[in-house]
């Protein structure tokens, strides 16, 4: 499936790289911004995504929906997400299939789901309530996982198939987190990857992990987006977009925020991956 | 089998728990113990929200060092976790924690300057709004001028401190370092965002109390009894250049809208 993303890298945009990102010579294909981080009532943010998304399509990525809530999305914080959109007119809207809020408490982290028949049928709900609210469809993102629920009835790949069947949102596929959960939890990223509806997907993202062990000294691979891609991870990928041909592909980068350039340099690696994956048209850049 | 509902009250209350002591239901790899892998979900929580924390209060986090920040600031989190998915104004009362910290006494100052640094953050992210020019006043005849209120700029808080706060700042920002602060002196600011930049000002005894007054609701008559009782003596002209010149102001409040209740809420000091 597409959005309106062009099938190129684009890279996050965070307020340390305002100024380069948008530099007139050589701008990104498309930027992508955590929804939360202009939520606020004003302030700079808006003005220089204002001048973004004037240049080229951007990607509105929510990180605090908590779709997978049993008791569904904040109603207030839909609304905000709301807002977000109808300002900035992204080319894609993206959340995760996870939960983060309880109680009216938020977490700040994306917590696990059990993938049984009740969280399907829930979260099948929450996504279309979502997609109603926002008029648009959204991609649904594969979570990082360091356990599983004893309860778990369905693989995430069928899970995710049947939301998105359900409720016709498109699928984010993350290959870092395919990555990080298959060696956490001792499965096949390839086997994944292999099984993943991948008619589905709008876009991919890459990022970086942190390597831990566990208590009996295997390895545990944290979700930090804090350092460049890893080389298994660019092989998924190019394992990924040989079958799918170029897909818009972010490149994430959340801490210990590097200089702008070394952002620039995993873009360009995805980008070329891509070449070297099938044929897309240049693309264009305004202003 | 539990709800998903119920699944998920078990799941948060283990990751709001100190100890490690994970629900149940769950498995690692294999065989192993979920209880590393568990950790991750509350490590992710707690150092996620310091993370988020250290952004908003560079300043301290320079003053004190990384260890003692982390340590303080997972002390919020467990305290007052946020209450919204948008972070951008999370830390409000962190410099109430601080002030209680018995080992903040080295720097009795390090409320304060929190203060600062989220009223500076406050400012920066308040709806933009284009601050009112000085002339709109002259449209009023002077005898109503007394009565009259003014709408202060979204962005503005003050604060007022034993201590020389900005000052503080000032040296732990790129270059400082090098002034001689003199501890022993109390500032008044005024913090505001009348465009893209914050700017902090430091006030004196009537500027201070006159824009709190003001703030509170009080008008222009009322506020200038207030800065007079403060300074005798006052400009009051002076005053009100000085308000408008840093931006302070958004417009004049209509009539309508002038009884603004007695225990209206005025910006904290």
């Not at chain 1, 994944?192 to 545990?220: K, N, S, W």
């Not at chain 1, 190019?238 to 801490?255: F, Q, S």
């Not at chain 2, 706060?165 to 732990?172: E, H, I, M, S």
Request: glycine letters at 8%.
């Amino acid at each position: 499936m597409t959005t309106g993303l062009p099938p190129n890298a684009g890279v996050c945009l965070k307020a340390e790289h305002y100024e380069q990102a948008l530099a007139p010579e050589r701008v990104p294909a498309w930027f992508e911004v955590h929804a939360e981080n202009y939520m606020g009532d004003g302030g700079p943010a808006h003005l220089w995504l204002d001048r973004a998304r004037a240049r080229v399509p951007l990607s509105i990525h929510g990180v605090g929906l908590s779709i997978g809530s049993a008791a569904g999305p904040d109603p207030d914080h839909l609304e905000r997400l709301c807002r977000v959109v109808r300002r900035f007119e992204p080319a894609a809207v993206s959340e995760h299939l996870a939960w983060s809020t309880h109680e009216g408490l938020f977490f700040n982290d994306l917590l696990p789901l059990p993938y049984d028949d009740e969280t399907l049928g829930r979260v099948a709900d929450h996504v279309d309530l979502v997609q109603n609210r926002l008029g648009r469809q959204i991609l649904l993102e594969n979570p990082s996982s360091y356990l599983r629920f004893d309860r778990d009835e369905y693989p995430e790949v069928e899970f995710l198939a049947e939301i998105s069947r359900r409720s016709g949102c498109g699928l984010l596929l993350d290959v870092n987190n395919v990555h990080v959960s298959a060696t956490n939890l001792g499965d096949s990223a390839e086997a994944y990857l292999d099984a993943f509806p991948l008619d589905r997907v709008g876009e991919i993202h890459l990022a970086g992990h942190a390597v831990e062990t566990d208590t009996d000294g295997r390895p545990l691979l944290i979700d930090t987006h804090d350092r460049e891609v890893c080389d298994a991870v660019w092989k998924l990928y190019e394992h990924t977009v040989l079958r799918t041909g170029p897909v818009p592909t972010l490149i994430e980068w959340d801490a210990r925020i590097p200089e702008w350039s070394v952002l620039v340099r995993q873009a360009e690696l995805a980008d070329r991956c891509m070449d070297e994956a099938g044929t897309r048209p240049p693309h264009a850049v305004t202003g | 089998m539990p709800s998903l509902a119920e699944l998920q009250d078990g799941f948060a209350a283990a990751v709001r728990r100190p100890e490690p002591d994970p629900p149940r239901g769950i498995t690692g790899r294999g065989d192993a113990g979920a209880g590393r892998r568990f950790g991750v979900y509350r490590n992710n929580h707690l150092a996620g929200l310091a993370g988020a924390l250290e952004m908003t209060f560079p300043v301290v986090r320079k003053l004190v060092g990384e260890e003692f920040f982390r340590a303080a600031a997972m002390d919020y989190v467990r305290r007052h976790p946020p209450r919204s998915p948008v972070l951008l104004l999370y830390g409000e009362r962190f410099g109430d924690l601080l002030d209680e910290l018995p080992a903040a006494g080295r720097y009795p100052y390090l409320g304060d300057v929190a203060r600062l640094e989220w009223s500076r953050i406050f400012a920066l992210n308040a709806r933009d709004t284009a601050p009112a020019e000085i002339r709109l006043l002259s449209g009023i005849p002077e005898p109503e001028l007394p009565g009259t209120r003014l709408i202060l700029h979204p962005s503005v808080r003050t604060l007022a401190s034993r201590w020389p706060v900005l000052a503080v700042w000032q040296d732990c920002q790129p270059g400082g370092g090098r002034a001689k602060i003199d501890m022993e002196r109390p500032e008044r600011l005024l913090v505001v965002r009348p465009d893209t930049e914050v700017v902090t000002h430091r006030l004196d005894g009537g500027s201070y109390a006159f824009i709190r007054s003001l703030a509170r609701g009080a008008a222009l008559g009322e506020a200038a009894e207030h800065a007079m009782a403060e300074e005798p003596g006052l400009d009051l002209s002076a005053q009100l250049v000085l308000l408008f010149n840093y931006g302070t102001v958004a417009g004049i409040a209509p009539a309508a809208v002038n009884k603004i209740p007695p225990d209206q809420k005025g910006t904290p000091s």
